[in-house]
């Protein structure tokens, strides 16, 4: 059974939450209230998901999404936000602050389930130590990638943005958020950095396997997911 951590104040949408997820045996469901607990909570014992409202008394959304981004028990821990806004200045500042998904309340129930069982499918489609695209192969122990079977020579910038991409395959990355994983910046404005790095990793990669990483024009880049 998957753990699933819901931190929202909104008691209807917490109890629509758990009646769903635990109807078919296949989650386990805790709840928090506001920021400072469901944080407590989740470096406590870390769940499998977390399901986050961006609007909390306290200690708000965006900030416990970057507090557990920070954290290396939850660096990785596979978080859906949910918010009542639906402009792109809120996703942008969720994806930044490492969100992985997205919902927008009023949310239907269906859709919220395809999301969270995408988001637990992606996180564990990640073996741990290799990513593959085919004909591309990383070796993440190894810090090896090759290409049909011939050795590709990266940067450790590079590396580690295009391991970063591949982890969260067909999700868009915001270079925001490149920057901070990546290079541990927080700097606004640093993100042509982000961009050079991408055209390098390209030009690598050679232009069949580059070709799957897309700009996302005004946003950031994403892998593209599918066969
Ligand atoms: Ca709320």
Not at 133 to 159: C, K, Q, S
């Amino acid at each position: 059974m998957k753990r699933v951590l819901v931190i929202e104040d909104d008691p209807d949408i917490v109890l629509s939450l758990r009646h769903n997820l635990e109807r078919e045996g296949l989650f386990e469901v805790t709840a928090a209230r506001d920021g400072e607990a469901g944080l407590a909570e989740a470096l406590r014992r870390p769940p499998d998901l977390v399901i986050l409202d961006l609007g909390l008394p306290g200690l708000d959304g965006v900030e416990l999404c970057r507090r557990l981004r920070r954290e290396p028990e939850t660096a990785r821990l596979p978080i859906i936000m949910l918010t009542a806004r639906v402009d792109e200045a809120a996703r942008v500042a969720g994806l930044n602050a490492g969100a992985d998904d997205y919902v927008a309340k009023p949310f239907s129930v269906r859709e919220l389930m395809a999301r969270v069982t995408a988001v637990l499918r992606r996180s564990e489609a990640d073996p741990g130590d290799r990513l593959g695209d085919p004909p591309l192969l990383l070796d993440l122990p190894a810090r090896r990638v090759e290409v049909d079977g011939r050795d590709v020579e990266l940067t450790r910038r590079e590396f580690d943005l295009l391991a970063d991409l591949l982890r969260h395959r067909g999700r868009v990355l915001t270079r925001d958020r490149l920057l901070r994983v990546v290079w541990g910046y927080d700097i606004p404005g640093e993100t042509r950095t982000v961009d050079v790095h991408v055209r390098k990793l390209r030009q690598k990669l050679g232009p069949a396997v580059a070709e799957r990483l897309e700009t996302v024009v005004g946003v950031g880049y994403r892998w593209r997911d599918g066969s």
